[in-house]
């Protein structure tokens, strides 16, 4: 696989299922591995990936350039400036730099390389303990986490049996599923389930006894790298 252009081109839609036992590449620190989602560029490059650290991995010490964006989905993480439990959503903006272990283990996921030039406000939200707001359909509820010019992501919950009516998505959607599933007229997304569907999209969504919780980022496709 060329991991320099992996689902790089930002019109098409894409689905990558949950990662495989066998699907998971070794970065190349010991003890960090990662399942590849979208990639622009070799070891430095505009990435979208989940990433797993072994307990007692650590990183070096290094700058984020462009910026690094990230969600604890499993154990702690942890730099020079906290620790971070499961549930926490962290931007190092560009010019940014830490160096990031995990002594018992994590997973993450993580964008590198994503800010605008602008955007240079660090967030550390840990997210168990945010308000959920009412959201446009009945059973649905968003909790925002970060807007900048036109770009937002967001955790969106669906309870269960909710249907959301088909909606038009001008400037994208990106989709990471971190609980339950659902289901569309495509196929079914369990937890793990990563997708991007590309602007001008139309989608009507529905769940099931689960319900579910997914990452939401919407804005920032039109400005994707070609």
Known sequence: MDATLLNADFDRR???????????????LPGVDRHLLDRVGGEV??????????????????????????????????DEHGEYPAGTYVRNPPGTSHAPRSPAGCILFVKLRQFAATDTRPVRTDTRTQPWLPGASPGESVMPLHEHDGVATSLVRWMPSTRI??????????????????MDEHGEYPARTWLRNPPGSRQARRTGAEGALLYVKTGHLRRALP
């Open 14 to 28: 894409v689905v990558v299922p949950p990662p495989r036992a066998d699907g998971w590449v070794p970065s190349p």
């Open 165 to 182: 009516p088909l909606r038009p998505i001008p400037d994208g959607e990106e989709i990471l599923v971190l609980e339950g599933r659902f």
């Open 45 to 78: 490059a505009r990435a979208t990936s989940i990433v797993r650290y072994a307990p007692g991995s650590s990183f070096a010490a290094h700058v984020h350039g462009e910026g690094e964006e990230f969600l604890v989905l499993e154990g702690t993480f942890a």
